[in-house]
């Protein structure tokens, strides 16, 4: 968290660490909660290490039913198929030291960067003395949510003080969170392996990561074609670091975005500028569903509608940002451009 307090350092006022008496500190039953969060987050982000499109063992076999009936008796039996591969790829993690160093980068580098972004979140709360939760992190079943997690999130339980404030909490989640996965990207792209023929001919009809440009130029620095790339657990760390970090970023509602957004231009840009990306979005999802068979945008279109309908809490004090924050709102600006792209996934 170096990061976060040489960010406060450069942009607060004299003194911003003397913490107020007045902020509860955890419970020993707050970090049992948090922490068992984590750990369960761990095992689920391993396991997902380990399974397609991640790791090495394949999902559920592919079924074409010929009849309603055959559809109906294949719906019916995946949720004992799906545990059966949950059993399978967690008994090959314990037989398997390769899968099981391959499923711990994968969830090790993720948690890392997912920490690092809401530490950074946590510890601008307590600077400014802003009452928070320690993060929660949420573990779902592999394949459900494919990186075993929907992410992390703090609950700020205080009004925020200032426009400083907001600016400054918002926007120390996502700088931390990027810098913590340069060394994850740099990894994945040095350590990566070059495709076959054979293997780009077996890749057709598969998922495809679409790069950001943050990743395109590492890869031209080590002289990489990512196109016929093998995508290793630290490139796709990552990939999901640099997607979770894209979606704060955008303006709207009460993402990382949208908290700077407001800070930087007050609520009536806040407003429009949620419903602006909406509607980009929107028309984005679509095009890329017809002419990039990708789905993946209409996820974020939904995330974003639901985004704009969240009214911004106001801060007491309003006095406007100073030229020091409006300088790091450029620098947000460029680490999003670098971050995010359109179509995160589509079908090859």
Request: with cysteine; charged share 10%.
């Amino acid at each position: 968290m170096l990061v976060v307090y040489g960010f406060f350092f450069f942009m607060s006022d004299p003194d911003p660490f003397t913490l107020s008496d007045k902020l509860p500190r955890p419970t020993a039953r707050t970090w049992v909660k948090h922490t068992l969060l984590l750990l369960i987050t761990f095992a689920t982000m391993t396991i997902a290490g380990s399974l397609y499109p991640f790791g090495r063992i394949y999902p559920l076999p592919d079924a074409d039913p010929q009849s309603f009936s055959e559809a109906m008796r294949f719906i019916g039996e995946l949720p004992i198929k799906y545990i059966s591969l949950l059993g399978y790829a967690i008994s090959q993690l314990f037989s398997d030291p390769a899968l099981l160093r391959d499923g711990l980068s994968f969830s090790l580098s993720l948690i890392f960067i997912l920490i690092s972004h809401e530490m950074g979140h946590y510890i601008a709360c307590r600077i400014y003395r802003v009452d928070a939760t320690l993060p929660f992190f949420i573990p779902t079943p592999p394949m459900i949510g494919p990186a075993g997690t929907f992410g992390a999130f703090i609950k700020i339980l205080a009004p925020m003080p200032s426009r400083k404030a907001v600016f400054d909490i918002g926007v120390a989640g996502p700088i931390a969170g990027f810098v913590a996965l340069i060394p994850v990207a740099i990894a994945g792209i040095a350590t990566m392996q070059v495709a076959t023929p054979a293997q780009v001919i077996a890749s057709q009809g598969t998922l495809v990561f679409n790069d950001p440009l943050f990743m395109r130029i590492i890869a031209m620095v080590y002289g990489i074609d990512l196109h016929y790339g093998v995508g290793n657990p630290f490139y796709f760390a990552a990939w999901v670091g640099l997607l979770v970090t894209a979606l704060n970023l955008i303006p709207s509602g009460q993402l990382d975005g949208g908290h700077a957004i407001y800070a930087v231009f007050g609520e009536r840009v806040h407003f429009w500028t949620g419903r602006i990306a909406f509607i980009v979005m929107a028309t984005l999802s679509i095009l890329g569903w017809f002419y990039f068979n990708s789905p993946s945008g209409f996820l974020i279109a939904v995330l974003l509608g639901i985004m704009m309908r969240i009214k911004h809490p106001t801060p007491w004090d309003q006095t406007p940002l100073d030229g020091k924050r409006k300088a790091v709102a450029f620098l947000c600006l460029i680490i999003f451009v670098l971050c995010f792209v359109p179509f995160p996934i589509q079908i090859n």
